[in-house]
C-alpha cells in the first residue's frame, strides 16, 4: 500500500478534513503526527488506536509562529523522516471588510498563510535532506475567488496559492512535491468556527457547507490525488461553484457582476 510505514504529519487535526485525514493515514499503515492546539481532543481521536508506536500527538497553534521550529524539530526527529506534511489548520471568516477589526485580519493571515508557510520553511531543509516528501497545503475555492464576507480568508488562501506555485517550482528537481488541495463544500464545523468582525465565533453552519460531502469524503479524494502527485485537488465542487471557478478564469468580469448581488451567508 502507498501509504503504509509512511510518516504523515497533519496540523488541523481535531476535527474535520484533518480529523478523517488521520483515521484514513492510520488504518492504511502511516506513522500519524497529529496536531491543533487541543491536546484532548487529540487524544480523544487516537484513544481506540492499538497501535501506539504509530502515531504521535503533537500539540501545536499555527498562530504561534516561534513556535513552529521546535514542533518541525520534534516532528523530524520522531522517525527520522517525514513523508508528508498536510498543512491543513485553518480559520475562516464571516465579516465585512469594512467592519473587520485589524486584529482579526492579522490573524486570519498569521494562522492561514504565515503559518502553513512558516512551518513548510521549517521542514524544507529535512526534505531536501532526504531527497523526497510531499507538501499539501488545504487551500479553498475561496482561493480562486473571492466573495463578500470573505475578504480576509480570501486573501489569506490567494497567498498560499501564490507562495506554494512558486515552491513547487524551487523543489520540482529535489524529489518534493506539492499538491494543492482546494475544498468546495465539505461538512465541517469551519463556518461554525469562522471568526466575525471582532473575533468571536460565528456560530452558525454554513447551508451550503452542511449539504457538502462528507470529511471522509473529502480524504478518500485527497489521500487518491496525493498518490497521483496531482497538481491541484478539488472537491466538494457545486454546480454554482464550477461555474464560479469557470467565469474566475475566462470571464472575470462577469463574475465580479454576479457577486455584487449574490446572497452569501
Same mark, same amino acid.
Given at each position: 500500500?502507498?501509504?503504509?510505514?509512511?510518516?504523515?504529519?497533519?496540523?488541523?487535526?481535531?476535527?474535520?478534513?484533518?480529523?478523517?485525514?488521520?483515521?484514513?493515514?492510520?488504518?492504511?499503515?502511516?506513522?500519524?503526527?497529529?496536531?491543533?492546539?487541543?491536546?484532548?481532543?487529540?487524544?480523544?481521536?487516537?484513544?481506540?488506536?492499538?497501535?501506539?508506536?504509530?502515531?504521535?500527538?503533537?500539540?501545536?497553534?499555527?498562530?504561534?509562529?516561534?513556535?513552529?521550529?521546535?514542533?518541525?524539530?520534534?516532528?523530524?526527529?520522531?522517525?527520522?523522516?517525514?513523508?508528508?506534511?498536510?498543512?491543513?489548520?485553518?480559520?475562516?471568516?464571516?465579516?465585512? /471588510? *469594512? #467592519?473587520?477589526?485589524?486584529?482579526?485580519?492579522?490573524?486570519?493571515?498569521?494562522?492561514? @498563510?504565515? =503559518?502553513? !508557510?512558516?512551518?513548510?520553511?521549517?521542514?524544507?531543509?529535512?526534505?531536501?535532506?532526504?531527497?523526497?516528501?510531499?507538501?499539501?497545503?488545504?487551500?479553498?475555492?475561496?482561493?480562486?475567488?473571492?466573495?463578500?464576507?470573505?475578504?480576509?480568508?480570501?486573501?489569506?488562501?490567494?497567498?498560499?496559492?501564490?507562495?506554494?506555485?512558486?515552491?513547487?517550482?524551487?523543489?520540482?528537481?529535489?524529489?518534493?512535491?506539492?499538491?494543492?488541495?482546494?475544498?468546495?463544500?465539505?461538512?465541517?464545523?469551519?463556518?461554525?468556527?469562522?471568526?466575525?468582525?471582532?473575533?468571536?465565533?460565528?456560530?452558525?453552519?454554513?447551508?451550503?457547507?452542511?449539504?457538502?460531502?462528507?470529511?471522509?469524503? /473529502? *480524504? #478518500?479524494?485527497?489521500?487518491?490525488?496525493?498518490?497521483?502527485?496531482?497538481?491541484?485537488? @478539488?472537491? =466538494?465542487? !457545486?454546480?454554482?461553484?464550477?461555474?464560479?471557478?469557470?467565469?474566475?478564469?475566462?470571464?472575470?468580469?462577469?463574475?465580479?457582476?454576479?457577486?455584487?448581488?449574490?446572497?452569501?451567508?
Amino acid at each position: 500500500m502507498f501509504w503504509n510505514n509512511k510518516v504523515c504529519w497533519i496540523t488541523g487535526a481535531s476535527s474535520g478534513i484533518g480529523e478523517a485525514l488521520a483515521k484514513m493515514l492510520y488504518n492504511r499503515g502511516a506513522r500519524v503526527i497529529l496536531s491543533a492546539r487541543s491536546e484532548q481532543k487529540l487524544e480523544e481521536i487516537c484513544s481506540s488506536w492499538d497501535d501506539k508506536e504509530r502515531f504521535m500527538i503533537l500539540p501545536l497553534d499555527m498562530s504561534d509562529h516561534d513556535s513552529l521550529e521546535q514542533a518541525a524539530e520534534t516532528a523530524c526527529r520522531k522517525w527520522k523522516r517525514l513523508d508528508l506534511l498536510v498543512n491543513n489548520a485553518g480559520v475562516s471568516q464571516r465579516s465585512l /471588510a *469594512a #467592519e473587520t477589526d485589524f486584529s482579526v485580519m492579522k490573524q486570519i493571515i498569521d494562522i492561514n @498563510y504565515l =503559518g502553513a !508557510a512558516g512551518l513548510t520553511r521549517e521542514v524544507l531543509p529535512f526534505m531536501i535532506k532526504q531527497g523526497s516528501g510531499i507538501i499539501a497545503p488545504v487551500s479553498s475555492v475561496a482561493g480562486k475567488f473571492a466573495t463578500p464576507l470573505r475578504s480576509s480568508y480570501s486573501a489569506s488562501k490567494m497567498a498560499l496559492q501564490g507562495y506554494f506555485d512558486g515552491l513547487r517550482a524551487e523543489v520540482h528537481e529535489k524529489g518534493i512535491q506539492i499538491n494543492l488541495i482546494v475544498p468546495g463544500f465539505v461538512r465541517t464545523n469551519i463556518s461554525l468556527n469562522a471568526m466575525n468582525a471582532t473575533g468571536g465565533k460565528h456560530g452558525e453552519m454554513d447551508p451550503n457547507q452542511d449539504s457538502g460531502i462528507s470529511p471522509e469524503a /473529502a *480524504a #478518500e479524494i485527497i489521500l487518491k490525488g496525493l498518490e497521483k502527485n496531482k497538481r491541484e485537488i @478539488y472537491m =466538494g465542487i !457545486a454546480p454554482k461553484v464550477k461555474l464560479a471557478l469557470f467565469l474566475s478564469r475566462f470571464l472575470p468580469s462577469v463574475l465580479a457582476r454576479m457577486l455584487r448581488t449574490a446572497e452569501v451567508k
